[in-house]
């Protein structure tokens, strides 16, 4: 098997990615099991994020690598918090204060879409010329009342119109197969078997 690092210490994105990219041999190792310590994001773009990330990893272990940076964007706010959805409501992150501002930031607002965007980044090393980009995106609404158990984030709030369920209350089998991280790792997986 072909290893690459993850760009990440998220171990749920690392037992997902494990689990879809062995479908293309490729064993996917956590970055901490390198000590490479995260990168920064100080970028306002969710494939620059991505890349430097990537990057970064890439040139600390002499590795291929693969990052990605995801967030929601909601039309009424301008697309906002898009990059900074994991710190909306300050530091340290915090899923309960970047739900309060959201649903404060939305209130009189009747235009309700919002999408999650996931970017992957894999760089075969630290200098590739050509990184491999994909892109998933969900689309959905935002709720003011948050309903379901499951999932993390923004997930209560966020309705999937077609379902008349929130990103909460589906299972992780149909999210993955309608998620915006879902989408962009069968793009990935699709490039990787073309032997890219």
Known sequence: MKKIVLASGNPGKLREFAQL???CDFEVLPQS?????EADEPHCTFVENALAKARHAAQLTGMPALADDSGLCIAALG???GVYSARYGGEPKSDERN?????AALQGQSDRRAHYVAVLVFVR????????VVEGEWHGEIIDTPRGAGGFGYDPYFLVPDLKQTAAEISAEEKN???HRGKALALLIERLKQGA
């Open 21 to 23: 990219l062995a479908t």
């Open 33 to 37: 099991a390198f000590n490479v310590p």
């Open 125 to 132: 090393h630290a200098d590739d010329p050509q990184p491999i």
């Open 79 to 81: 697309g906002a918090p």
């Open 177 to 179: 197969k309608r998620s």
């Open 99 to 103: 739900n309060q501002k959201m649903v």
